[in-house]
């Protein structure tokens, strides 16, 4: 892990990326198990995110249960590139924005409380950087986790089983928005939120607990900034396969090492063919190669076309938008 020597350090960026405490007291879980003090569990993670590694400790949705969300591209001119990028980032429901080696160069996630929020913030960056959008909805996930060993070596974690949106009650998006802003780093965070939301801190701990048990909240814990702590090399990797085709290739491509994302998205005929979608997150772009090499010989994949679009700059890192209430924005 570059420049993360301290194996405290290496524990808490490492080992909690998922599976954070929900309790009143969770750094000071988090101490007991490292051997330190609650104060420097905190002092550490704050450095952490002070210093561009982390982004924020807190939750990752899964995908339109309790909001909306879309992959979208557009091919900016060379010299329009900053211009448009600025464009796409003052939306605030735009959460990931990267420049990829492709014509279709800027890539970012819109995100919304519903599908009608996120449809106007594409409409709204089409008409002001006079652009097309591609609105790149998605179909079907295989894999949409992202913590993985900065280490290296670990088990691959079973794919999630589908959300039950059946447990959404009143209020839940705006527990989920919290999360998504990032846990306040004090002692009771928890309780720090609850009364943000005017409301017990029983009740929000009970409601993320749910939350996490239906598999809304795909994922709490630590949320790495990959390119800070040494892996560099983000490639999305795009197959031209048919629906059915990706039925059996998606679980195997998800489960291949290096593979961090996995899913599949609806193309734009005569324009982006592409279905299936696969992350590689490398430390270099020879290992991110050297992954995608050994992924073009997995069965079904074999001669199928594709493209890796190497990330060479990242405009925004940041939770997605699930709530519109301004107080917790």
């Known amino acids: 892990m570059e420049g993360v020597s301290d194996p405290i350090n290496q524990a808490l960026l490492d080992d909690w990326q998922r599976g954070f405490p929900v309790t009143e007291r969770p750094f000071g879980l988090l101490s007991e198990f490292l051997g330190t003090t609650e104060q420097d569990v905190i002092n550490r993670l704050q450095t952490a995110i002070t210093t561009g590694r982390v982004t924020r400790i807190g939750a990752t949705c899964a995908p339109n249960t309790i909001s909306a969300s879309t992959l979208a591209a557009i091919a900016a001119p060379e010299d329009r590139i900053e211009e448009v990028a600025d464009i796409i980032g003052e939306e605030p429901g735009v959460n990931h924005s990267y420049l990829r080696e492709n014509d279709w160069n800027l890539w970012f996630v819109a995100t919304g409380p519903d599908r009608a929020h996120v449809d106007r913030a594409l409409a709204r960056i089409q008409k002001r950087s006079g652009l097309r959008v591609l609105d790149l909805r998605l179909v079907r996930p295989f894999n949409l986790d992202l913590g993985f060993s900065l280490r ?68 709490l814990g630590v949320i790495v900034r990959h390119r800070a702590l040494g892996w560099r090399a983000n490639a999305m990797v795009v197959w031209d396969l048919p629906h059915d085709a990706i039925t059996d290739a998606g679980p195997m491509l998800a489960a291949h090492p290096g593979v961090t994302l996995c899913y599949e998205r609806t193309p734009v005929e005569g324009v982006w063919p592409y279905r299936l979608y696969s992350m590689i997150h490398a430390r270099s772009r020879a290992e991110a190669l050297s992954h995608l090499e050994a992924a073009t010989e997995l069965p079904g994949l074999k001669g199928v076309p594709h493209l890796a679009l190497f990330s060479s700059r990242c405009f925004k890192q940041t939770g997605a938008l699930v709530s519109d209430r301004k107080e917790i924005a």
């Open 152 to 219: 290296g070596g670990g088990a691959r974690l079973p794919v999630a089983r589908p959300p039950d949106t059946s447990v959404l009650q009143e209020g839940d998006r705006d527990v989920m928005q919290a999360l998504m802003r990032g846990l306040p780093m004090e002692e009771r965070p928890y309780q720090a939120i609850a009364r943000q939301l005017a409301r017990p801190q029983a009740e929000v701990i009970n409601r993320i607990k749910v939350l996490i048990g239906a598999g809304i909240i795909a994922r």
